[in-house]
């Protein structure tokens, strides 16, 4: 009898213990939301129309990506994304705040809560899935290359032809764990050279510091750019990775998680039914996809996510569809990075003719 008396006395004792820690995690949670991951409920959507503004974590360092224009504006395909947020949950495109962050700091800044979104060229792996955040679709298909000096490295034509070189990457990356495998697969004895952020990569390489220097291929091409003779460095064939890249949110709100994948979606299918900034529909158009899209006939599900029956409409006024985000960033308009029948085109538009078996189907590398 004493043993089971004993037992009841713990069992109570522990109930109100819980009781009180549940306590002090409510009266210490932020009352905007920030610094503290967010349980499921959409505590993060009524926290950002709080504050009046969505937080982003991305870059200005990157032409195409997110860098400083003419005007000192950061702009790029990643700020394009946060943009799209801000129009789909406070109807303004410029009501964010961009938190700038080295490659280093992503995970812990997702991780923390901080922000709403992080958009800065971030790979979707498994462990950063499970680890860092909820990684909504991705919108940017890439892998990972190399770039050498055509003069100081002549004979270098291939990756493979980099054996024993001193090869700058940027530290904390899937760059620089890909460079690792690489190195070991085909016996490179591969030296690593890292910093913390790409200017100072880019500006090791440019010095000549390092003989080569790898990034996603879309980056290359871009960083290559702001090299002191972009003409005199070639972007050797190999690519030796996978690197999908999409928009991360913290773990613990399923609504917002939601109401990213819903924008980031909106973008897309807006190209695909051919409405742009310029055509966007206010009346029934007789399309019933386009009507439900855009909030003329019947419903896809805003309701529920806290939307506006018509915030397709808001989207694609204040940024334009996918194409026209990739263009004005990636494209004729940007760096000029290829699209058509590349893995960045459209499923709908064909076959992917320069794809891996052809197709635009994707998981998280196992990594």
Not at 99 to 113: D, F, M, V, Y
Not at 275 to 299: H, I, K, M, Q
Request: glycine share 10%; aromatic share 6%.
């Amino acid at each position: 009898m004493a043993i089971r008396t004993g037992l009841l006395i713990m069992i109570i004792v522990a109930g109100i213990l819980a009781l009180v820690a549940c306590q002090q995690q409510a009266e210490e949670a932020p009352a905007d939301g920030s610094g503290a991951m967010m349980e499921e409920g959409g505590k993060r959507l009524a926290a950002v129309k709080e504050r009046d503004k969505v937080i982003c974590a991305s870059r200005n360092d990157v032409p195409g990506y997110g860098y400083l224009d003419a005007n000192q504006n950061n702009v790029g395909f990643d700020i394009d994304l946060c943009r799209a947020l801000a129009a789909a949950v406070l109807g303004d495109p410029n009501k964010i705040e961009i938190r700038l962050i080295t490659a280093a700091e992503r995970g812990p800044t997702i991780q923390s809560g901080e922000v709403d979104m992080l958009v800065r060229t971030v790979t979707w792996t498994t462990s950063r899935d499970a680890q860092w955040g909820n990684y909504a679709q991705t919108m940017f298909y890439d892998g990972q290359g190399f770039m050498v000096n055509k003069s100081s490295l002549p004979n270098v034509k291939s990756a493979l032809d980099l054996q024993g070189a001193t090869v700058c990457v940027t530290q904390g990356t899937t760059t620089e764990l890909n460079l690792q495998d690489f190195s070991n697969q085909n016996g490179l004895n591969i030296n690593p050279l890292t910093f913390e952020d790409t200017d100072a990569v880019v500006s090791a390489y440019d010095s000549g510091q390092c003989d080569s220097f790898t990034n996603d291929r879309s980056q290359l091409a871009a960083l290559g750019t702001s090299l002191s003779d972009p003409s005199a460095h070639l972007i050797l064939p190999e690519t030796i990775s996978e690197e999908p890249l999409g928009p991360v949110v913290p773990h613990g709100d399923d609504q917002w998680f939601d109401i990213v994948k819903t924008v980031m979606a909106i973008l897309i299918y807006s190209e695909a039914y051919e409405v742009s900034s310029a055509n966007v529909p206010t009346a029934a158009t007789g399309n019933t996809p386009v009507d439900r899209l855009f909030g003329l006939e019947g419903s896809f599900g805003q309701e529920p996510l806290g939307l506006s029956n018509t915030v397709a409409q808001d989207i694609i006024r204040a940024v334009g569809n996918y194409g026209e985000i990739y263009d004005r960033n990636l494209g004729p308009n940007g760096i000029n990075l290829p699209r058509e029948n590349g893995r960045n085109a459209l499923w709908a538009d064909a076959p992917c003719s320069d794809c891996p078996k052809g197709g635009q189907i994707y998981a998280a590398p196992p990594r």
